[in-house]
């Protein structure tokens, strides 16, 4: 896949899925929930699986933080699955995400770059 194939802020190599499980969630505070994360910049897609509870996002993780979208979960009325392993991915998550974001301002270094040659001749 390309840039081309994502939608706009979205670029492939800052993209990640996540999978969050849900409570206390039903139909309409879901949709309210997929609604208002899909219309988030730096959202790729975004689903429900209601036989897991299940919230599953593609996000460039550059633009968008795993913090805002549970905010709009909490939001809704809704809240992350307190069990062991989602808590496990949600940190796990957070960590790859501060990752992808400080390596996209690191500025490349490399001490085999020409020194900088003055070309104006001296008389």
Same mark, same amino acid.
């Given at each position: 896949?390309?840039?081309?194939?994502?939608?706009?802020?979205?670029?492939?190599?800052?993209?990640?899925?996540?999978?969050?499980?849900?409570?206390?969630?039903?139909?309409?505070?879901?949709?309210?929930?997929?609604?208002?994360?899909?219309?988030?910049?730096? +959202? =790729?897609?975004?689903?429900?699986?209601? *036989? %897991?509870?299940?919230?599953?996002?593609?996000?460039?993780?550059? @633009?968008?933080?795993?913090?805002?979208?549970?905010?709009?979960?909490?939001?809704?009325?809704?809240?992350?699955?307190?069990?062991?392993?989602?808590?496990?991915?949600?940190?796990?998550?957070?960590? +790859? =995400?501060?990752?992808?974001?400080?390596? *996209? %301002?690191?500025?490349?270094?490399?001490?085999?770059?020409?020194? @900088?040659?003055?070309?104006?001749?001296?008389?």
């Amino acid at each position: 896949m390309s840039d081309l194939d994502h939608r706009v802020g979205v670029t492939e190599a800052n993209l990640v899925l996540r999978h969050l499980k849900l409570s206390n969630t039903d139909e309409a505070k879901v949709s309210a929930i997929v609604r208002d994360i899909d219309a988030t910049f730096g +959202v =790729d897609a975004v689903s429900f699986e209601q *036989a %897991k509870q299940t919230l599953h996002i593609g996000y460039d993780a550059t @633009h968008c933080e795993l913090d805002g979208l549970e905010n709009i979960i909490k939001i809704n009325g809704a809240d992350i699955s307190h069990d062991w392993w989602t808590n496990l991915k949600e940190g796990y998550y957070q960590f +790859v =995400d501060e990752n992808i974001r400080d390596n *996209a %301002k690191h500025k490349p270094w490399s001490c085999h770059a020409s020194p @900088h040659v003055n070309h104006s001749k001296h008389k």
